[in-house]
């Protein structure tokens, strides 16, 4: 079971309300302020490896540089927001951007890309962080 927390400034304090989802919600006049679920991942020797995760039960790979991000909880609708980081690789002077096409997005996964900023070239990286914000 999990809870929604409300604090309102219309109320005298914080009301804790149940939820269905599995995942607690901070909210504040309404609005969720909490990460719904983010992971920590890298693609090392050929395997995909989670550092550290909330709400996310598996990352995959389809392609260089091409993840599914899968949610252990469903979210409440795939109207979220993801934002991301990356590392640069040792062997390049590259700048790695993360990018979240909201095509993608359902309320069980997500799917980014890891790009060089300046050729647009899709690549791996050796570290990945995506974060989920929404209602």
């Not at 991942?41 to 909330?54: D, E, H, K, L």
């Not at 409440?76 to 997005?105: E, L």
């Amino acid at each position: 079971m999990s809870s929604i927390i409300n604090a309102s400034v219309s109320s005298n304090g914080i009301v804790s309300t149940a939820d269905a989802s599995g995942i607690l919600k901070v909210q504040s006049n309404g609005v969720t302020t909490n990460a719904l679920a983010w992971v920590n991942f890298g693609y090392v020797s050929s395997a995909i490896t989670i550092r550290s995760s909330y709400n996310v039960s598996s990352v995959t790979r389809s392609g260089t540089g091409v993840y599914q991000v899968n949610f252990t909880n469903t979210l409440s609708d795939a109207n979220y927001a993801g934002i991301g980081s990356c590392s640069v690789d040792k062997a390049s002077t590259y700048d790695r951007v993360i990018t979240i096409p909201a095509s993608t997005q359902t309320t069980s996964a997500v799917d980014c890309a890891t790009v060089t900023g300046t050729t647009n070239a899709v690549i791996d990286c050796q570290w990945v962080g995506i974060v989920i914000f929404g209602n």
